[in-house]
């Protein structure tokens, strides 16, 4: 039980202040700051009684906070049986998740709030792609450029795009303008019936693809924008890392979109049961449905 240290306990059910902090006084005269909870304490007749120690005598007042800590430590019940596990505290379930990463983010004011960024994380596909799709909006992607700017690839180094070897690897490049991506981007608009011009970046591209038609529709279309953005960084990391070929060809990009997307809108988004068959051939007829 209980290998964390005090300076990692976090009060749960209040404002989730950390001890160390909202107790600092008493932190700072501690001699166990680093000690796990198993060494500040002892189980007696099958409860815990805390044992501190202190670096010196304390002051009337510092009792009276020792007093409070203790009160708050009334809730904190160690249990000898079970393994020490780390708790997401934002989620009241304890369950880590990106949206709840996101909106622990947005609520300390670190991330850009936009409504791109708001739509990413309603939309019905699985939360290691939505991940990618946020560090792809936002630049952060591992692409030979970003990489080449953090001096991790050399000046003179290649880093130059693998799917046609003609432009350096940027985010937008590798996802958008690269003509292999391109090529496969044209492909979904023609699946889709629609016809447009879009930008190269990929907040604007992305942009673009919010708030399409009806609802189911438009989510329909997220999937389908992260399934593709998703299938080609796959493609071009295997390219990468395995030396693979063949991997970014059209037909083979566009089948793992297909089947991408069906697969993530049968698990997540409600009444779409519809067949592969059915998705492959009419999209819009099966969101429609959906919705
Ligand atoms: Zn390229």
Known sequence: M????????ILRGGEGTKLNLKYKRMFDVSNQQQNPISDMGLWVDGGWVWRFNWRRALFVWEVKLLDELTTSLQNFKPVVSEEDKWVWVVSEGGGFSVASAYKYLQDQGLVEVSKAFEALWKIPAPSNVLAFAWKALLDRIQSR?????????????VSLCLLCQEDEESTGHVLFSCKRSWEVWMWCYNWWGIQTALPHDCKGHFEQHVSVGRRSVGI????????????????RNQMVFKHAVNVADKERLTEVIKLKSWIWLRGKLKGFSYSFYEWSTNPKVCLEGAG
Do not use: D, Y
Not at 2 to 9: A, D, E, K, N, Q
Not at 145 to 157: C, M, S
Not at 221 to 230: D, G, K, P, Y
């Open 2 to 9: 209980v290998g964390i240290p005090l300076s990692g306990m």
């Open 145 to 157: 450029e970003n990489l080449r700017k953090r001096n991790i690839i050399a000046v003179g180094q």
């Open 220 to 235: 329909g279309w997220l999937v389908v924008w992260c399934s593709c953005i998703w299938a080609i960084w796959l493609a």
